[in-house]
């Protein structure tokens, strides 16, 4: 290997655009290399030019180019962690550590990283007794008992090739960042080429990536972090130093050192190491990070929970608002496990509720998948009684999934019985604002009784519990606050911040309105029943929608004649949009009974796309079914597992499947960042329309943007949501400028009632 010594530079804190294009100061990769370790030793680190490190160096610590952890300092930081074992029992962990014999990269990182946050399992003799423990590898509770080293210029062998990397931040001798960068003057070297460096590196020396934890890359101007399994869509900038609240504390163009001094604070990155690390298996190892507002909102809601918990706390856990497509269910895991672990709670009882079945699945799967960063595994209740039998006169822990519909009295109580008066229960409640206010007794006419909401129930079940509130969008209407039930905002993280931040995609409104046939005498009535229909669309009862308002508009926008032309219009607009902007499509109906017809007008102007095994096709309608369902609507039946098979085929950029119709069904949790269009034929309101069109706002690939196509007349409830937003203090299209935009493109009134 061949190295070039470098000196040490010292950087203007002036705009560093500026310093590069300067003709009498540029910036070199070796310029921000020194920089970039010299904000290390200010956080507290040791800093060695690497081949100071090497067999021949000045101080040796490394034997060969092959070996990547350093063993000296990993056993030395062993013994003074777990002073007790012996020192033949160190020298056996110091091993293992450094040979892990995990076949696989990401399969071992996943082992190492089980190590590094629970400890490796060990047992050694004591006299005549055997003793099993798990050894300390990491201090998390004090920074100074740990070895911090920073290190540029590591020279490592592989098996086919040698490589450099930049810069590698050891924690206790062992790799846990790699740092690449390049030249900030040279403008074919960006940050992507650092990415693809990176790449090349995780082939070529992967020994290096077992313990690995971050990757970061910069071209001096841009800086990003990713983890191991990350592509470059979730290579995200980190904005902040020690709050979220004081984005970019250093000024444009300083987002590496800003990354620096933010991630890599010793605190931080143990409390980052140990919580905000999570790994998912569908098929392969997928291992996810927390952004940096989901890792502050985190450590806010965790404080927040503390302080309302006790015995004299108001219970009011806050409400996280992060818009929708912003990782909500990694941060409600990471909180999960930060709040389990956390001592001031003294193993605490976490009850996750949703409002919808679909929801409660899609979030159990997340947690069930995160059971390493969790400790223990989540339970979910499948039925009223089981939700008793898991909460009642439960002493500690837990993590208990349920519908806040399994809070519903049995028809002998008169109010839902207490379960549990600990203080250290914490309820995270999912999308607060559709089911948890009810606060109020209403009059039954039927009964002549006062009836009180589910919300009451589930405090009246556990009155001493604290309630923490994550919610996507934003909320204060009329009677429906969530701030006076759950406390004030935690964190914000509103849209305007997560497209700044690639954390979200813009969502684009095309109108394609498709006419409805009526008499013209008729349009007032109807623009009247419409209204109420948009206000009431929450509340409709599934047993009297076939004699309610939404029955006659439903055979309105289900007529013969017009889903032939809203088949027609979406396929050719579906078709033109594919070849310039590829991408799978979304289909939003407002009854089984259209989606099904839909689907059969679509399919015979396309009849390719259809096929009747669920595992082909290129069309599909996810709904559900019932026995009694007419005989149209059967082929249209699936299985849990075949509804699975789906949504897994849906999600797959490269299978077939291209466009669903739906009803409720993934409209809510569900996550498929390939689709790029969504097709509303529904009325919609609310959280209930944000949540539904924010599907097409996830990050993939080179998608500019999501697109909602409306046959129904939605943007008089766009504009509302609008409203409300602003109202909120979102930062998403709050001024003038934008939100005239916005209104001139959404500005169109019920014309689609005429003849």
Known sequence: FFFKQKTAYEIST????????????????DHLEQQCCEWFTELGYTHVFAPQ????????ERTDFRQVILTGRLRS??????????????????????????????????QFHRWMT??????????????????????????????????????????????????????????????????????KADIWAAFNQLQTYKQDIPDLFTPNVLLVISDGIQARVGSLTADRERFLRWRTISGEND?????????????????????RFLDFIRSFCVFEEDGQIIKKIAAYHQFHAVRAAVERVVVASKPDGDKKGGVVWHTQGAGKSIEMACLAGKLLTDPRLENPTLVMVTDRQDLDGQLFGVFAGAGDLLGESPRQADSRQ??????????????????????????????????????????????????????????????????????????????????????????????????????EYVSVYDIQQAVEDGATVPIYYESRLAKLALKEPMLPQVDEQVDDLFADEDDIPAAERAKSRWAALEALVGAEPRLQQVAADLVAHFEQRSRTQPGKAMVVAMSRDICARLYDAI????????????????????????????????????????????EKRFKDPADPLKVVLVRDMWLTGFDAPCMATMYVDKPMKGANLAQAIARVNRVFKDKPGGLVVDYIGIAPQLKEALATYTAAKGKGARSEEHTSELQSRVDISYAVFCL
């Open 14 to 29: 002036r705009d560093w655009s500026s310093d590069v294009c300067s003709s009498d100061l540029l910036i070199t990769e």
């Open 53 to 60: 490190l090497d067999s021949d160096g000045t101080s040796p």
């Open 77 to 110: 930081a062993l013994q003074r962690l777990n002073p007790d074992v012996p020192a033949g029992t160190i020298e056996s962990a110091v091993l293992q550590l450094a040979n892990p014999n995990v076949p696989g990269l990401l399969a071992s990182n996943r």
């Open 118 to 187: 629970q400890g490796l399992p060990i047992t050694y003799m004591d006299g005549n007794q055997q003793v099993g423990i798990r050894l300390k590898v990491i201090g998390f509770d004090d920074p100074a008992a740990n070895d911090w080293l920073v290190v540029n210029q590591l020279a490592i062998q592989g098996t086919k090739h040698n490589r450099r990397p930049d810069v590698v931040v050891f924690l206790n001798g062992l790799p846990l960042a790699v740092i690449e960068l390049k030249n900030p003057a040279d403008e």
């Open 247 to 267: 984005l970019d504390p250093l000024g444009a163009h300083r987002d590496l050192e800003t990354l620096v001094r933010g991630m890599f604070d010793q605190g």
């Open 386 to 487: 089981e939700l008793r039998d898991l909460l009642a006169n439960r002493p500690s822990g837990g993590i208990i999934f349920t519908t806040i519909q399994k809070f519903a009295t049995d028809e002998s109580e008169e109010t839902f019985p207490s379960l549990t008066d600990r203080h250290n229960v914490v309820v995270i409640c999912d999308e607060a604002h559709r089911t948890q206010y009810g606060f109020k007794g209403r009059f039954d006419t039927k009964t002549g009784e006062i009836k009180y909401g589910l919300a009451k129930a589930l405090r009246d079940a556990l009155p001493q519990a604290t309630f923490l509130a994550f919610t996507g969008t934003p909320i204060s209407q009329d009677d429906r606050d969530t701030q006076a039930v759950f406390g």
């Open 603 to 646: 399919v015979a102007l396309r009849p390719h796309w259809h096929d009747d095994d669920h595992l082909k096709g290129a069309i599909k309608v996810v709904m559900t079914a019932s026995a009694s369902d007419e005989a149209y609507l059967q082929p249209h039946h699936t299985s849990k597992q075949q509804k699975k098979d789906l």
